[in-house]
């Protein structure tokens, strides 16, 4: 079982529209509401691989109600945590043209006992786990420590622990040495606090962060692919994609994909290639089946091309 926690999840309303104009009364086409956050995110890709995926993230008010019912009948099993405030809505905006425009919400403010009922639901869990994943932006009412306390039980409890997150709440979490870190390219320049502009800066800075303490990197890089850097070394795969639709969690089925493969190594290093790429085909967050997934289309290499430039710039 491959246990998500999402201390920040969310309903995604997605309302397609000709052109987005700014103070203009703009109507929808069509409007469609998937679970959102990104650990939900990995759930939701377990699930559509046909596995067993179990979800803890606090739920509350009609749109907490929504969200439980949307999970389950995905197939993810869902350990709620009741909270006092309402579970956020976050919107998009779709143009033909396949510009996005997303509007996350602040989400609810968690009250101190709230918080630590989290916690504790997802170490009871993590003992059942074969990985545990934490993923996503922190609510109101959470310290930047509360994923690296997170670590800690996981691994009190015997469980690995994956990790998705930004900012100081990453780097305070690396001292407890997370199994495996996915940031993307923004986030692992973030971390090193210095541009990257090839694969082999993303290399070398992967390797700063498992000098802090996280155990292996898996850094996706947008469309030039990802890369793996653990004990074993650095290794680089891409996948190639013929029509992109939405990126939207392709990060996130990425890394249910690694998961689901082991976790370790060149073949989940493929497996999470194979996710990512399929995703992007994919509208929205809809998260790839196996019969979406090519694997003839990835290739994966220790002769990491160190000198390839990155796809977007990284601050
Ligand atoms: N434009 C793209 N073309 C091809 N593959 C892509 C593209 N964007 C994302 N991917 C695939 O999805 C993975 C995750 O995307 P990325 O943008 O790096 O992560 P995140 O969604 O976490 O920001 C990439 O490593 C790649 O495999
Ligand atoms: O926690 P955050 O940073 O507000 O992000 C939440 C949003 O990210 C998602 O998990 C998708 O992630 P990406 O847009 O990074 O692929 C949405 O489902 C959700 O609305």
């Given amino acids: 079982m491959i246990l998500t926690i999402t201390p920040n999840p969310s309903l995604d309303r997605t309302y397609e529209i000709p052109a987005l104009e700014r103070g203009a009364v703009l109507r929808a086409g069509t409007d469609r509401v998937d679970p959102g956050g990104k650990g939900v ?92 994943v ?32 930004s900012g100081p709440a990453l780097l305070a979490a690396l001292r407890e040495a997370p199994d495996v ?59 190639r994609v013929t029509a992109v639709r939405s990126d939207v969690g392709a990060g996130d089925a990425s890394l249910a994909g690694f998961l689901t493969a082991g976790g370790t190594g060149p073949a989940a290093l493929a497996a999470a290639l194979a996710h990512g790429a399929a995703a992007v085909a994919l509208p929205g967050s809809l998260m790839p089946t196996p019969d979406d997934l090519r694997p003839e289309a990835v290739t994966v290499t220790t002769d990491v091309p160190l000198d390839r430039p990155l796809d977007g710039a990284t601050r």
Avoid: M
């Avoid at 579970?87 to 143009?95: C, F, G, K, L, M």
């Fill in 41 to 132: 995110n990995v759930s939701r890709a377990v699930a559509a691989a046909g596995l067993p995926t179990t979800a803890v993230l606090p739920l509350g008010g009609p749109e907490g109600a929504l969200l439980a019912d949307l999970l389950t009948g995905l197939g993810v099993h869902v350990a709620g945590v009741p909270v006092t405030g309402s579970t956020r809505v976050n919107v998009s905006i779709a143009e033909p043209d396949g510009t996005l425009t997303k509007l996350n919400a602040a989400g609810p403010h968690l009250s101190a006992t709230e918080t630590e009922t989290l916690l504790e639901t997802a170490r009871v869990h993590a003992a059942r786990a074969t990985w545990t």
């Fill in 181 to 239: 870190i996915k940031p993307n390219a923004e986030e692992l320049a973030e971390a090193v606090g210095r541009p990257l502009t090839t694969v082999g800066d993303a290399v070398k800075a992967a390797g700063e962060l498992r000098a802090r303490g996280a155990r292996a990197v898996l850094a996706s890089l947008g469309a030039t692919g990802q890369l793996l850097v653990d004990e074993r070394g650095a290794c680089f795969g891409s996948a």
């Fill in 134 to 165: 934490c993923c996503g932006s922190l609510p109101r009412g959470l310290g930047a420590h509360w994923y690296a306390e997170l670590v800690a039980r996981t691994h009190r409890a015997g469980a690995r622990i994956a990790l998705d997150t």
